[in-house]
């Protein structure tokens, strides 16, 4: 019988749909949070500990929750990562996939650089110049400030002045902002893709946000419409250029044309599956454990 570990805060519901489909195909399932393991080097040999025990073997390992932190602290989740897949297991995503994603700033980047249309991006270290920067800028259009390490929509805030700025939580002295793309009614598409050797899978639907922001997790009503088959294409190179086995692209039409605004390595699915007929954790077994 094989053993999957999933990485995650709390054994919630995402946890409990891949426990699920991982029984179904006869896996023991164990669960452990990334800041709860430390490491031991002895005699040559590397070893594991959760709450100061010695971990067992796991043939596969799947990341659902990455603390945050320091940069020596992240580094350290990631490095953990890295020994897991040293050690034989096979780990969904892998740390090198997802410190493709983990800093916004480096995807905006790699996006641009492969012609994957991105928001208009500027990032400026300290806050004076930021706030110079935002006094200057917001005479023309609105910016939307977002953590470079981040996720479910937190501390995302929308600036029409430098006035909001103080205000954000940002403790890296890092300041990543975009221009807002404004719709008359805020929406945006979600696209999740799970990639195998063999096969793909894409699951995707439309967010209708109560203010700028589209997460679920902060109030969106998800719907299942049909999308321009321009987003499917744009959010699949994107895991293909990215190199996800798993992820979701958030992506925004303005003007005639599509951004993808968001590339998550951990994507959450609760309101996807929502609207979808088929169990998407059932997929993400059958897709990546063949």
Known sequence: MSKTLI????????????????????????SACLSEISLTLENNKASLLFNEKPLPYFDYVIVRFIPGGSLEEITYYLNILKIFEAMGSKVFNTAVQIEKTVDKLYTSYFLSDNRVDTPVTYVYRGYEKAQKFIEDYSKRRKLVYKPLFGSQGDNIKLLKDSSKLKKTDNLTNIYYFQEYLENKINHDYRVLIIRGHKKH?????????NTFINNFSKGAVCKKESLNPKIINMALKTSELLNMSFCGVDIMHYENKYYVIEVNSIPAWRGLQDVESENIADQFVEILFN
Do not use: A, D, P
């Open 7 to 30: 990485l995650t805060e709390k054994e919630g519901w995402h946890f409990q749909q891949l426990k699920k489909s991982l029984s179904k195909i006869n896996h023991t399932v164990f």
């Open 201 to 209: 899978k894409i699951f995707y639907m439309t967010r209708y946000g």
